[in-house]
């Protein structure tokens, strides 16, 4: 089986495929501090109690990694537990079939360029992502596959975390959405203008993109990822599809492309 795994800045998102079908998933917090050891031991816990993986091996691994310290642990942990299986970790070099119309192709987040290739793969092209993380970046893919840019804002939580810190009066909330956009208290009051004004944002956002990706921006398909999309998914309009593991999916495809089928 492959697992693949997705280190973001918040959280990791680990995948184990059979074939193109994920079998088994977690999600798991994002800690710099975590040793390849360490890193190991979490990961084969996992795998462990899962009663869906009984004498499974992993005959293959794809990663990504927006965080240089894990990313470091992470080449660790597959050189020390995990030496016999190919690896393919997605950096300059890799082979992942999409072209990057960049100013410099390098400041690119490799989740970004993996985000893309499986939307252009799932749905094609032209197409936007909207990765709900700590962070909302919004990817523009071409009709050709090209990643040709995108748009990087504040994500959910660390907007709440940021009016939590700076207002006396404002504490951290649960996401949910409201009864209604006019909030009778301060707590549905916070949850209106997060859930809301995100998806306002993502509206108009996808709007300007998909008019400059397309002469007809109805052919522009907008896809929702990230553990945070679920909060927006039915107050935005424009999003088309949601795909939790798309992420994922790349690993997949960028494995196949360079090292091939696993068993």
Known sequence: MLLTIDVGNTQTVL???????????????????????????????????????????????????????????????????????????????????????????KEVGADR?????????LHGGPAVVVDFGTATTFDAVSAKGEYVGGAIAPGIEISIDALSARGAQLHKIELQRPRSVIAKNTVEALQSGLIYGFAGQVDGIVDRMAQELADDPDEVTVIATGGLAPLVLDEARTIDHHEPWLTLVGLRLIYQRNIGTTS
């Open 15 to 105: 995948g184990l495929f059979e074939g193109e079908e994920v079998i088994e998933h977690w999600r798991i917090n994002t800690d710099p501090r975590r040793t390849a050891d360490e890193i190991a031991v979490v990961l084969q816990g996992l795998v462990q109690q899962s009663p869906l993986l009984a004498d499974t091996d992993i005959s293959g691994i794809a990663l990504c990694s927006t965080v240089p310290s894990v990313l470091h642990e992470m080449r660790e942990m597959c050189r020390r537990y995990y030496g016999d299986v190919p690896a393919v970790i997605v950096e300059p070099g890799v082979k992942t079939g999409v072209p990057v119309r960049m100013d410099n192709p």
């Open 113 to 121: 360029i993996v985000n893309s290739l499986a939307a252009v793969h």
